[in-house]
């Protein structure tokens, strides 16, 4: 499986900031997905990046609040923006092959407290 | 629709007890994957099996087996001799072969707690 890497680990951020967290796969994939954990919560699917086109959002995820960046085959970012407390959760990034029926391997998560 | 069901929020076993989390599930495709994933407290979500629909054999793995039946739409997860290790939200998930947006259907995950 491959190995993923999130930066930051962890940020305590200010009301009206954004944050970008990175994610980074040591082989290269297709297909990189963005997953919001609130607190206690389940996993919630965020947006699907694919290189070399746009993210795919889910709904009630849009691209101004959540951008995301897939400029290679091994590395995505995503952005809060503007954020709220309501933001604070861990994110995740995940890596599947070409067929969202693989196996989906995390990363490590950021968890982000937005006060 | 596609749904994934654990109906346990929580539950708490003495350290050696066996425990059984389950997951029951919902879908119209005749073609699907589960999973099972493991969430320490550290947050990193840990894969630990996936199973597609054609495959009902049971599948043990050390302490750890799972049992999948169609006929009941489960896909059941037994610890065996629980050790305090073992302590974590566990998640059960569908993904279904004909779904484009290529998702995940996430349960809503079992808090396991294992007293020393």
């Known amino acids: 499986s491959a190995v993923i890497s999130q930066k930051p680990s962890r940020d305590i951020c200010q009301r009206g900031t954004s944050l970008t967290i990175q994610c980074q796969v040591d082989?290269?994939?297709?297909?990189m997905f963005w997953y919001r954990q609130q607190p206690g919560q389940s996993l919630t699917l965020i947006a699907t990046?694919?290189?070399?086109?746009?993210?795919?959002?889910e709904s009630g995820f849009v691209i101004d609040k959540f951008p995301i960046s897939r400029p290679n085959l091994t590395f995505s970012t995503l952005t809060v923006s503007n954020m709220s407390p309501e933001d604070s959760s861990i994110y995740l990034c995940?890596?599947?092959?070409?067929?969202?029926?693989?196996?989906?391997?995390f990363g490590p998560g950021t968890r982000l407290l937005v006060l | 629709a596609q749904k994934v069901t654990q109906a346990q929020t929580e539950i708490s076993v003495v350290e050696k007890e066996d425990v059984t989390l389950d997951c029951v599930y919902e879908t119209r495709d005749t073609t699907y994957y589960l999973f099972w994933y493991k969430q320490p407290p550290s947050g990193e979500l840990v894969f630990l099996i996936r199973r597609n629909s054609f495959d009902e054999q049971n599948e043990i793995s050390g302490r750890y087996s799972w049992n999948f039946q169609k006929s009941t739409s489960s896909f059941n997860f037994t610890i065996t001799a629980s050790q305090v290790v073992d302590s974590a939200v566990y998640f059960c998930a569908l993904s279904e072969a004909e779904d484009s947006n290529y998702q995940l259907i996430w349960g809503a995950g079992t808090k396991l707690i294992i007293k020393p």
């Open positions: 082989s290269q994939v297709t297909m």
């Open positions: 990046a694919n290189q070399g086109s746009e993210a795919t959002y």
């Open positions: 995940s890596v599947g092959g070409t067929s969202g029926t693989e196996t989906q391997y």
